[in-house]
């Protein structure tokens, strides 16, 4: 594609102006098995190229790695770019492998300075509470977000996988730039509460996997079979066994509407994505994951593709058909509250 850059959005009524597409940074240094430092670099530069401003990470992804691994890039453009990470998912000292949630003011605070400290910037643009603790009063952990931001420390807060009332609840405290949650032709649970509460907030959708974790591309058709050891798309539902036969079927329809725009799967998946920013009038800026200059190329030509009434019509039963669940265990993201 040309080198014509993608149009912007704000996020939400008080968040940053961004690119209409972020990219996602978590596959760079963690989740899908190998990976190529060089490549990923040269993925980062192409993506701001093209207009990509706002990067997502988080302290969990690779227990910090990530984080350190865009610092560099970040210090060099560090005026062109909107630095989004999270806390919440803390690593128990006994047992490294394992995840616990922890929302509690002292955590929030130990876990800012320590993602500061790993990106070596005097403040984020976009600081997430990634996961909820239920045991600690939304209001609580949110107050302490809030001071942070009156510190200096943070610029916009945003809140990932909450529900409609968390959200509220959260936005009484102090504004919120954006929810985080997935949401793709796969996945559209959000729709029914969360979508319509944002709109009335005036906060922005980041859908984090809307090519249904590469899924919906085609690139693989059943994780046990075709993805790596160490890929942790392997534990999740609806990529096994015969769960993966029944969703790769469900294929078809984007396949059709692909082939009338002479366009890739994926493409087709992000540009409904894209598109649900007209069918539910509030911003939506997916970050879709790439470590590959030429996908975030694809990725990026995708908010050019706009889908007619007749084909997002065609495109509307296959979440309601998906076989699985997106998680093993549903407690953590907002469909498993709502």
Request: aromatic residues 6%; charged residues 25%.
């Amino acid at each position: 594609m040309t080198d014509s850059t993608i149009p912007t959005a704000q996020l939400g009524a008080t968040g940053p102006t961004v690119g209409v597409q972020g990219l996602g940074c978590m596959g760079m240094s963690f989740a899908y098995g190998p990976t190529d430092a060089q490549a990923s670099r040269a993925t980062l530069e192409r993506a701001l190229e093209l207009g990509v401003t706002l990067y997502d990470t988080a302290d969990a992804y690779g227990q910090g790695e990530n984080e350190k691994f865009l610092s560099p890039f970040f210090k060099a453009h560090r005026d062109e770019v909107v630095i989004a990470t999270k806390f919440a998912l803390a690593i128990p000292p006994d047992d490294p492998t394992r995840r616990i949630i922890r929302n509690d003011p002292p955590y929030i605070r130990q876990a800012v300075e320590a993602s500061l400290k790993r990106l070596d910037v005097d403040a984020i643009d976009l600081y997430y509470m990634h996961r909820r603790d239920v045991n600690v009063p939304i209001e609580e952990s949110v107050g302490t977000m809030a001071e942070l931001v009156r510190e200096g420390k943070v610029k916009h807060l945003g809140l990932s996988e909450v529900t409609a009332a968390e959200l509220r609840a959260a936005q009484a405290v102090h504004p919120i730039a954006a929810v985080q949650s997935e949401w793709s032709l796969f996945s559209r649970d959000i729709e029914a509460q969360v979508v319509p509460a944002a709109r009335e907030l005036g906060v922005a959708l980041v859908p984090y996997s809307p090519l249904g974790r590469g899924f919906l591309t085609g690139s693989f058709t059943n994780a046990d079979k075709d993805l790596t050891a160490d890929d942790f798309r392997r534990q999740q539902p609806r990529f096994t066994g015969d769960n993966a036969a029944a969703n790769a079927a469900l294929l078809e329809p984007v396949r059709t509407v692909a082939e009338a725009h002479g366009v890739s799967l994926g493409q087709i998946a992000l540009a409904w994505v894209q598109q649900q920013t007209t069918v539910h009038d509030l911003p939506v800026i997916p970050i879709p994951g790439t470590r590959k200059p030429g996908r975030v190329e694809e990725n990026a030509a995708a908010t050019g593709i706009e889908l007619t009434k007749e084909e997002l019509e065609l495109l509307e039963p296959i979440a309601g058909q998906v076989a699985g669940d997106r998680y093993a265990d549903m407690r953590f993201s907002s469909a498993g509250r709502e």
